[in-house]
């Protein structure tokens, strides 16, 4: 039930209801089951799409961080151990660097030696396509672009993998 249109009027208006509803929407619109929503991002006059990577035939592991995101940073080791562990059976893992300058993002690639690639200089407007607002957030897609899990952290991702891959190791 949309509890949104129980208020009245007034405070539907609200610009803070009105942004806690389109966040619903969104996460709504790519949940579990539903088909990846592709975007475009423009660096160093080349663009790049989420469907780049999703929808081509591997499952992808999307990782939304940021280098100022302490969470963000301690999930790095677990997506660099399941990149290492499957991207021989068919997994990309993919970083999806939000809210922040390129330039910042490319540092912490550097010193935690990422080896997987980026979408570097997301946007909120991009971010809001999947109703995320805060980071990290990792989602697994199929590999034919249906989001399988959203939210995945810590101990999740090598279980949730596990059960994907377990014949393929």
């Known amino acids: 039930m949309?509890?949104?249109?129980?208020?009245?009027?007034k405070q539907q208006s609200n610009p803070i209801i009105h942004d806690m509803r389109q966040t619903i929407l969104a996460v709504?619109?790519?949940?579990?089951?539903?088909?990846?929503?592709?975007?475009a991002v423009e660096y160093k006059g080349n663009t790049t799409r989420l469907s780049?990577?999703?929808?081509?035939?591997k499952y992808v592991l999307a990782d939304f961080w940021a280098s100022w995101c302490g969470p963000c940073l301690r999930e790095i080791?677990?997506?660099?151990?399941a990149n290492n562990k499957y991207k021989d059976c068919g997994l990309q893992v993919l970083g999806i660097a939000v809210w922040e300058e390129p330039d910042e993002s490319?540092?912490?690639i550097a010193e935690k030696n990422i080896?997987?690639?980026?979408?570097?200089?997301?946007?909120?407007?991009?971010?809001?396509?999947?109703?995320i607002n805060a980071v990290p957030h990792i989602i697994l897609f199929a590999p034919d672009?249906?989001?399988?899990?959203?939210g995945l952290r810590g101990e999740e991702i090598d279980k949730r993998l596990e059960g994907i891959f377990h014949n393929n190791k």
Not at 3 to 9: F, G, H, K, N
Not at 145 to 150: D, E, H, Q, V, Y
């Open 145 to 150: 672009g249906t989001i399988l899990a959203r």
């Open 2 to 9: 949309d509890y949104i249109t129980m208020l009245s009027p």
């Open 28 to 39: 709504q619109q790519t949940s579990e089951g539903t088909m990846f929503k592709d975007f």
């Open 52 to 57: 780049d990577f999703v929808g081509r035939g």
């Open 106 to 108: 490319l540092k912490v």
């Open 115 to 131: 080896p997987y690639p980026q979408i570097l200089g997301v946007s909120e407007e991009i971010t809001n396509i999947y109703g």
């Open 77 to 81: 080791p677990n997506l660099i151990a």
